[in-house]
């Protein structure tokens, strides 16, 4: 069953820098190199002072097992620096649908 992952990282609603954002998504290479189950990815800012990342995984052990691999070792300089901050909201759910054109 596909699900939505979703993240949601407060920062200040005139700040629209995304360093550690970018630092990231260089490390995961997911663009050139995409993990098994991802569908969507998605990242920005709503307007109201949050940065939310959304994907839509093909299940939920793919996301937990790009979540404690890759997405853990492309973290770990960041946390270990103490750059690193952690989503203020995280959940997940499963989707009733979905349509891929």
Known sequence: ?????VQEFEV??????TP???SVSARLNVKGDPPPGLIVH?????GRGVFRIANVWESEEDWQRFRDGRLAEALKPMMESGDGTPPSEEYTYQ???????
Not at 1 to 5: C, E, F, K
Not at 42 to 46: D, K, L, R, S
Not at 95 to 101: R, T
């Open 20 to 22: 550690n954002y970018d």
């Open 42 to 46: 998605t990242a920005g800012f709503t």
């Open 95 to 101: 989707l009733h649908d979905l349509i891929k054109p």
């Open 12 to 17: 200040e609603e005139d700040d629209l820098s």
């Open 1 to 5: 069953m596909s699900i939505l992952m």
